[in-house]
């Protein structure tokens, strides 16, 4: 359905952040890990944002987690949305994300991906978080970056996505061919009806 919008949520060009809101994520509190520091986590994405929004002449824009309570303010004024994360996706010209099931966006849309990840994560994470970075990267063949080691836009390259991998990725995990242009509705009446 959203392919088939034609307004953007944004008009100018933009990369698009996929917050999973992890200063406050309650499922790491439920699994005993401490979260990380609010302060120099928001302090190391906005540095790198930084470099991005000069290197590549866009803005980042942020699809908040939908459980997140901040807003704009912690993104050092950049336009923040909630609840419009597959439109985002749909017309931004690149992904940057930690890891997020709206990475299936990505892959549907064919956007570039870019995993990210700061040194406070890489400590507290390292078999957890940092496994699902790396593995969701591993298999999109994507570019992986420590936000913390960027000084300068040199360091990051956007690659274009790897199609087979990025196919690979829907019919394993999204979609099968058979229902890939149908909306869960339609599946719904088509198997309860048994056409």
């Given at each position: 359905?959203?392919?088939?919008v034609g307004e953007r949520t944004v008009q100018e060009k933009y990369a698009?952040?996929?917050?999973?809101?992890?200063?406050?994520?309650?499922?790491?509190?439920?699994?005993?890990?401490?979260?990380?520091?609010?302060?120099?986590?928001?302090?190391?994405?906005?540095?790198?944002?930084?470099?991005?929004?000069?290197?590549?002449?866009?803005?980042?824009?942020?699809?908040?987690?939908?459980?997140?309570?901040?807003?704009?303010?912690?993104?050092?004024?950049?336009?923040?949305?909630?609840?419009?994360?597959?439109?985002?996706?749909?017309?931004?010209?690149?992904?940057?994300?930690?890891?997020?099931?709206?990475?299936?966006?990505?892959?549907?849309?064919?956007?570039?991906?870019?995993?990210?990840?700061?040194?406070?994560?890489m400590s507290l994470y390292q078999h957890t978080v940092m496994r699902e970075?790396?593995?969701?990267?591993?298999?999109?063949?994507?570019?992986?970056?420590?936000?913390?080691?960027?000084?300068?836009?040199?360091?990051?390259?956007?690659?274009?996505?790897?199609?087979a991998q990025y196919d690979l990725y829907k019919y394993s995990f999204l979609?099968?061919?058979?229902?890939?242009?149908?909306?869960?509705?339609?599946?719904?009446?088509?198997?309860?009806?048994?056409?």
């Amino acid at each position: 359905k959203v392919k088939l919008v034609g307004e953007r949520t944004v008009q100018e060009k933009y990369a698009v952040f996929l917050d999973i809101n992890l200063p406050f994520q309650s499922d790491l509190m439920h699994s005993g890990l401490q979260a990380v520091n609010a302060t120099s986590y928001f302090k190391s994405l906005n540095r790198f944002f930084d470099i991005i929004e000069k290197s590549y002449g866009i803005q980042v824009v942020i699809a908040s987690h939908p459980k997140a309570r901040y807003g704009c303010e912690e993104f050092n004024q950049r336009k923040t949305y909630r609840l419009v994360t597959a439109e985002l996706v749909k017309d931004a010209e690149f992904v940057i994300t930690h890891t997020s099931t709206a990475v299936g966006y990505a892959v549907l849309n064919l956007k570039p991906v870019l995993f990210i990840y700061t040194n406070e994560m890489m400590s507290l994470y390292q078999h957890t978080v940092m496994r699902e970075i790396d593995s969701l990267a591993l298999y999109l063949k994507a570019s992986t970056y420590n936000v913390d080691q960027i000084t300068n836009d040199c360091e990051v390259s956007i690659q274009p996505p790897n199609l087979a991998q990025y196919d690979l990725y829907k019919y394993s995990f999204l979609t099968s061919h058979d229902s890939e242009n149908l909306t869960s509705a339609e599946i719904f009446w088509r198997e309860v009806s048994g056409l």
